[in-house]
C-alpha cells in the first residue's frame, strides 16, 4: 500500500496582532497516482486537465507560470468555476467520483502541474 504525506503550513508575523504559525500534516493510503505531469493551459475555453475520476482521489493543482505575472487560473469542477488560483498558488483537495477538473486561464496562458492520487478507502 503506497501513502502520502501531504503538509500545510500558514505563518505570517504581520497579518494579526499575534504571530501566526499553523502547520498540519496528515498521512494519506492511496491505491495509485496519474503521476505529475505539466500542461499549458489557453485563455478562451475551458481544457481538460483530469478526466472524471471513478473513485474518491486527491488532486494537487499548480500554477507554475505565465507570461502575465497576473495572470491566473480559473478551475472548474464537473463544469462549475469553483477556484481562482494565481501564478505560484496551489490547491491540494480531496475530491468525490465522478467529477472532472477542466481549466481556462485568464489573462495569458497558464502552464499548470496537476496529479490525482486515488484514495485507499
Known sequence: ?????????????????????I?????????????????SI????????LASNSSFTYVYFRVVSSSNSASWVQVLLGGDAKFKVRVGEFLFIPLYSSQAITAEAQTAACVVEYAQYIANV
Open 42 to 49: 489557453a485563455t478562451g475555453s475551458a481544457q481538460s486537465v
Open 1 to 21: 500500500m503506497a501513502s502520502i504525506t501531504p503538509t500545510f503550513s500558514l505563518t505570517s508575523t504581520d497579518v494579526a496582532s499575534d504571530a501566526l504559525s
Open 23 to 39: 502547520t498540519t500534516t496528515d498521512l494519506l493510503s492511496v491505491t495509485g497516482s496519474t503521476n505529475i505531469s505539466r500542461k
